[in-house]
């Protein structure tokens, strides 16, 4: 079993630590929420005054907060994590940041002699709750081989993308495609209500034919197809609008910087914008078939 620091107790981090303690890992945590520290205590976590208090000596650094930001305050500069673990820790940062504050992360992380991945996250709290979700590696494999192991009791699939800052591109790529089969799945949908047909009976077809993909599949975004979907359960996320807009906004920067023109993530990107400022930001988003019914 493994020493672990978790570093932010949200709506994603709490249960991933709740489950390698679960698993029988020793964990220490930090959050600056009092509270939600105060509910990793009740399930047998040690609580820390700092992360730099939770991070001495353990064999894992783990965290997952709000943005990159909160990432390089964390890791960077003389105050720094990086600055007071020892090469025997393996650092692993599950939050969903841009690429390149993970690249900076990484090349400080290798400069100080410490394994570093940007690990981010596919799937949501539930994923996070049941210990199924996907993360997506960058680092070098080494560093891979050593954050498997703990990955495994939070995750289904671990896949390494590549060297430092890959994990974020691969997860903006992923979301950026998602957004642009839910909103195609959507229009698709609308207009075959709009002339008479059934949306299951559509679903159906479509589902047995070239249009088929992981939206309609899964996670049908009209209201009655699929019970177990946000579009029949108010559009109750789910994976909320705001970390969409969120995640293809760090899609854009990413398309920006490597001169990529990708005209449908853009206009996703701006579609689901419209959506959020339209005061759907805390609903599901799939959603986003309501703006095109309006
Ligand atoms: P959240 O806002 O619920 O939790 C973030 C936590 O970080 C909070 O508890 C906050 O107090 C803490 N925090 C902020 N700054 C800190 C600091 N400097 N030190 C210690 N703790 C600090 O967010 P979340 O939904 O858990 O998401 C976390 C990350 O996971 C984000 O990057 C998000 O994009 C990504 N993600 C979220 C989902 C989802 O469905 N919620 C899915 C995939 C990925």
Redesign the pocket.
Known sequence: MATVAF????????PMAGNLLAAGHAVTV????SE?CAHMRDLGARVAES?QQAAAGVDYVI?????GK?VA??YLGEDGLLAALDSTTTVLD????DAETARSVGAAAAEAGIGFMDS??????AA?AAGT?AFMCGGDAATFDKAKLILADMGRNIFHAGPAGAGQVA?ACNNMLLAIHMIGSCEALEMGARNGLDPAVLSQIMLASSGRNWSLEVYNPYPGVMDSAPASNGYK????VD?MV??LGLAQQIAQGSHVDNALGQLASQLYERHQQAGNGQRDFSSILEALQS
């Open positions: 570093i932010g107790l949200g709506n994603m981090g709490g930090f959050d600056l929420s939600a992360a965290s997952m907060l709000p943005a909160h305050a964390t599950c939050s969903t940041i981010p996250v596919s799937g949501g709290v996070a979700l997860k996320p789910g994976f909320m970390l969120k995640d």
